[in-house]
Nanobody, 116 residues
């Protein structure tokens, strides 16, 4: 078990920013590919961003130019910087760590609400 914990969610006004963190308590994330997902009320969980082991990131079209992923391996933490937030970004956000050798692990989620 990695002991993944997301944090940084909250209530923010449209146009605001949040930085989500995904931290592993039991092991390094250096060897894991990280995915950020979100699940809006009444919808299925969907991928938002991926952050490779080399730090390269990819994003779904709806968040390109607004969200940015990064890694801080010495802290066993991966981040998702979210700018210019919109009401449609409201969801529970999850991180997933994936390794072909070590398996897949999910965090418990952090809630993001974008509302005026």
């Amino acid at each position: 078990q990695l002991g993944l914990v997301e944090s940084g969610g909250g209530l923010v006004q449209p146009g605001g920013s949040l930085r989500l963190s995904c931290t592993a308590s039991a092991s390094s994330l250096e060897n894991y590919h990280i995915g950020w997902f979100r699940q809006a009320p009444g919808k299925e969980r969907a991928a938002v961003a991926t952050i490779g082991r080399d730090g390269n990131s990819d994003y779904v079209d709806s968040v390109k130019g607004r969200f940015a992923g990064s890694r801080e391996n010495p802290k066993n933490t991966v981040y998702l910087q979210m700018n210019s937030l919109k009401p449609e970004d409201t969801a529970v956000y999850y991180c997933k760590a994936t390794s072909p050798l070590r398996g897949d692990y999910w965090g418990q989620g952090t809630r993001v609400a974008v509302s005026s």
